[in-house]
């Protein structure tokens, strides 16, 4: 996501910590799609995420809660259809809620590096640790899509610019600390469950970015492993 281009860098203070899987709120959602009366093959999952009545039949109440959910999240076409990729988007939410406070539970992240910023792929997870004590996190992220795949391994932060604009895509990157070629950890304005996934960077919400922003210093450690879903 790189070659650079600056903007006047303006310091932007860091809020405070925040509970895990907060939303990052982007552009206005796209109009809604007519609602479908077709049944889902994921119906019943789909209703049970949504505290819909389960009987795995399509209704018009439901087809407007998971349309809402899709539109939230953009997801397309968001004609209120209970198929694989909404459902593969809420599987991965109830994943990342069950991790709780725990995320390096099997000690997939070294404990031996001291200050290390970690990337779960498998479950789009982000959190900083030190040694075995949890600093921040863990956080939603939104990583490479298929093809531009985040790569893994550990690597180090080599280069920060808060104001960073990419001129590969002409995008702005706020909060940008880099640490493998062009992909880096930033900001985005989009949901993180927004597929099919970013083109190689660690996409945070603007919260979680500033804070990583205040947390981390070239030098620091960064760790990637596992391997996201549909890449």
């Known amino acids: 996501m790189r070659n650079i281009r600056r903007r006047g860098a303006v310091v932007l203070g860091v809020t405070g910590l925040v509970a895990p ?49 899709q539109t939230k999240h953009g997801i397309t076409p968001n004609a209120g259809y209970a198929g694989s990729v909404t459902w593969g988007v809420m599987n991965l939410m109830n994943k990342q809620k069950a991790v709780g406070n ?74 940008s600390q880099f640490f493998d070629g062009g992909q880096a950890f930033h900001s985005v304005g989009l949901s993180m469950w927004n597929p099919p996934g970013s083109h190689g960077c660690v996409n945070m919400t603007p919260t979680t970015a500033k804070k990583y922003w205040s947390l981390l210093k070239n030098g620091d450690d960064v760790f990637v492993y596992g391997r996201k879903p549909g890449t």
């Open 21 to 69: 899987l907060t939303l990052a709120l982007g552009t206005a959602p796209a109009q809604a799609a007519s609602c479908t009366t077709q049944t889902g093959p994921y119906q019943k999952q789909v209703e049970k995420f949504l505290g819909r009545p389960v009987d795995g039949r399509q209704s018009a109440a439901d087809c407007k809660a998971i349309q809402a959910f």
């Open 102 to 175: 725990n995320p390096n539970r099997d000690g997939s992240c070294p404990v031996n590096k001291g200050r290390i910023a970690c990337v779960n792929l498998t479950l789009q997870l982000s959190w900083i640790q030190d040694g075995r004590t949890l600093v921040y996190g863990p956080v939603p992220v939104r990583t490479g899509r298929n093809g531009y795949e985040t790569r893994t391994g550990l690597k180090k932060i080599y280069w920060r610019d808060i104001d960073h604009v990419s001129t590969l895509y002409n995008v702005p990157m706020p909060y």
